[in-house]
């Protein structure tokens, strides 16, 4: 699955080292086709203050509906 820019998306495994649930909501911010396909996601917590900015691949992600 691709995502673009301002996707709203749900992780679909947790990321603990970043204090990451699944389940989080983030948002593309960047695309990238090299090396791999991967999406920069930002994640805000409840405030709008960043918890975690991280390049992540489509499969760790599932489309926020």
Known sequence: ?????????ILKEGIPEEGLKAGAVGVVVAEFSEPNEAYEIEF???DGDL???LAL???Q???FE
């Not at 699955?1 to 998306?9: E, G, H, T």
Request: aromatic content about 4%; proline content about 5%; glycine content about 0%.
């Open 61 to 63: 992600l599932s489309k």
């Open 1 to 9: 699955m691709s995502f673009k820019i301002n996707d709203a998306v």
């Open 57 to 59: 691949l489509p499969e």
């Open 44 to 46: 805000l917590d409840d």
């Open 51 to 53: 918890l975690a900015q």
